[in-house]
T-cell receptor, first 109, second 113 residues
Framework: KQEVTQIPAALSVPEGENLVLNCSFT??????LQWFRQDPGKGLTSLLL???SQREQTSGRLNASLDKSSGRSTLYIAASQPGDSATYLC????????WGAGTKLIIKP | DTAVSQTPKYLVTQMGNDKSIKCEQN?????MYWYKQDSKKFLKIMFS???????INETVPNRFSPKSPDKAHLNLHINSLELGDSAVYFC????????????FGDGTRLSIL
């Protein structure tokens, strides 16, 4: 049974810092992995999707990596801004879509 | 030009009532989903419809019934609401099913008194 874990549950950093969010999964038989952000009272916005055959995807200041063999993905955020404050969730497509509980990120001005 | 829209945004009602949440997508997607996000922020899939056919039905109580009049709409009807039904319910859509990126609505916060 697939389990997805995100550590840390919460993270607070000063503006301008580079940071890494972690996502781990127990079953490496996946189709892809997707990173989302959730703002309070809002739905989920897709940030990046990495296919199982890919190692990384980039969009602007965001870079997501995937290591299937070790069951890990990271979301790298460069030069963080207060507007990056949100909860970041990863979701893994295997037999079904399984979600992590998210990392709540606070960027301090 | 909202892609996935849910109504209402907030729903406060008493235990035992019956309520519906509506969802519409204008992306031309063929698959729609309902998720429940609990207080610990875990998202759990409840239902998935592909071209009006149910393709996933997780272990949710049969008080919950999805209704899809066409592929652009997937409504969620809940009978005999219970306290444990309090949560945020998200609708999503994708083109194709497994492995395809999903687009989410803003959620419906359901509170049971």
């Amino acid at each position: 049974k697939q389990e997805v874990t995100q550590i840390p549950a919460a993270l607070s950093v000063p503006e301008g810092e580079n940071l890494v969010l972690n996502c781990s999964f127990t079953d490496s038989a996946i189709y892809n992995l997707q990173w989302f952000r959730q703002d309070p009272g809002k739905g989920l916005t897709s940030l990046l999707l990495i296919q199982s055959s890919q190692r990384e995807q980039t969009s602007g200041r965001l870079n997501a990596s995937l290591d299937k063999s070790s069951g890990r993905s990271t979301l790298y955020i460069a030069a963080s801004q207060p507007g990056d404050s949100a909860t970041y969730l990863c979701a893994v497509w295997g037999y079904q879509l399984i979600w992590g509980a998210g990392t709540k990120l606070i960027i301090k001005p | 030009d909202t892609a996935v829209s849910q109504t209402p945004k907030y729903l406060v009602t008493q235990m035992g009532n019956d309520k519906s949440i509506k969802c519409e997508q204008n992306l031309g997607h063929d698959t729609m989903y309902w998720y429940k996000q609990d207080s610990k922020k875990f998202l759990k899939i409840m239902f998935s419809y592909n071209n009006k056919e149910l393709i996933i039905n997780e272990t949710v109580p049969n008080r919950f019934s999805p209704k899809s009049p066409d592929k652009a709409h997937l409504n969620l009807h809940i009978n005999s609401l219970e306290l444990g039904d309090s949560a945020v319910y998200f609708c999503a859509s994708s083109q194709g099913g497994k492995g395809q990126p999903q687009h989410f609505g803003d959620g419906t916060r359901l509170s049971i008194l």
